[in-house]
């Protein structure tokens, strides 16, 4: 049985010029993925009203935000995307608050294709069952 499309399909990229942002169009480049690149937190901001189906961020913005920053942002959504950090010395500490403050996952950069793309794909995977299992639980509150 073929698995069921991924419905939103954006994904906003928290990432400054250079080496990140190159990994990262080359790969989605050949995939139905649609990047939107901000810089900072106020374009990141702007670019959550399209609810995109995943953030991904490095760790500080070029404004000098974090992705804790970013994440309590992200937390103000009705459906809030999954938030997957990125950093160079991603270690044992890092990844443990990372998803002890609510992010989806992390991952070391140089970035490599297949992990982001199943943090990806798993993370949007995730917050449609989520979403769809609320919707459930609504429907049968109220009949």
């Avoid at 419905?7 to 169009?25: C, D, K, M, Y």
Wanted: charge should be negative; include cysteine.
């Amino acid at each position: 049985m073929a698995e069921k499309p991924i419905a939103n399909q954006t994904i906003v990229a928290v990432f400054a010029a250079g080496e990140n942002r190159t990994s990262l169009i080359d790969i989605f480049g050949r995939s139905k993925w649609k990047l939107q690149f901000t810089c900072t937190l106020l374009e990141t901001q702007t670019a959550l009203s399209l609810s995109p189906g995943v953030v991904i961020s490095e760790v500080r913005s070029s404004d000098g935000h974090s992705w804790n920053d970013l994440l309590h942002e992200i937390q103000k959504m009705e459906c809030p995307p999954p938030l997957i950090v990125t950093d160079r010395l991603a270690d044992e500490q890092l990844w443990a608050e990372v998803l002890n403050l609510g992010a989806y996952d992390l991952l070391k950069t140089p970035l490599d294709a297949k992990e982001v793309l199943y943090a990806v794909s798993t993370a949007c995977r995730r917050t449609e069952s989520d979403h769809e299992m609320a919707g459930l639980r609504k429907t049968a509150a109220s009949a």
